[in-house]
């Protein structure tokens, strides 16, 4: 059974259901899906072992945020993670305010299964102007699509 939020119920409903709020899985660094960037903590944390480590401490979902610094763009593999546990996880995508296609991105991202929101990263290349046509494109698609959107400043 799937929740409001996107996450499963689980048996410990009863006593109240644990989400992290924020969770980023990946895999080792390879040819077939290679990092972008680093980051600074284990080289891998599959999903596989994000839900092992979620177990050993009681949380019952969370939501997964596809790591920019690994993957920019890419959401690959947290839609692999998701689709192999649909019951602990909902999705977050980070997207580019700058591309033009962007509610395009937004709208195929919304079709996608489990997925509830987006994330801008407010870095150098991103406007701080709340006027700036690109955050508005970002913010007006994911209202169209009823997404949340995370800003990491």
Not at 91 to 114: C, E, F, Q, R, T
Not at 115 to 124: C, F, K, N, S
Request: proline share 7%.
């Amino acid at each position: 059974m799937i929740t409001a939020a996107g996450l499963a119920g689980g048996t410990r409903a009863a006593s109240g259901t644990t989400i992290d709020a924020q969770a980023h899985a990946y895999e080792r660094n390879h040819p077939g899906r290679p990092w972008a960037g680093t980051l600074v903590g284990p080289e891998e944390m599959t999903g596989d072992q994000m839900v092992a480590a979620m177990d050993a401490v009681g949380v019952d979902g969370a939501v997964l945020v596809s790591p920019f610094s690994m993957y920019r763009y890419d959401a690959s593999y947290v839609l692999e993670v998701q689709a192999k546990h649909p019951d602990r996880f909902c999705l977050v995508k980070p997207v580019d305010p700058n591309d033009p296609a962007v509610a395009d991105i937004i709208a195929d991202w919304k079709a996608k299964k489990g997925t509830v929101g987006v994330r801008v990263i407010m870095g150098d290349n991103v406007s701080a102007d709340p006027a700036d046509p690109g955050v508005n494109r970002v913010l007006a698609a994911a209202a169209t699509h009823s997404m949340a959107v995370s800003l990491l400043c």
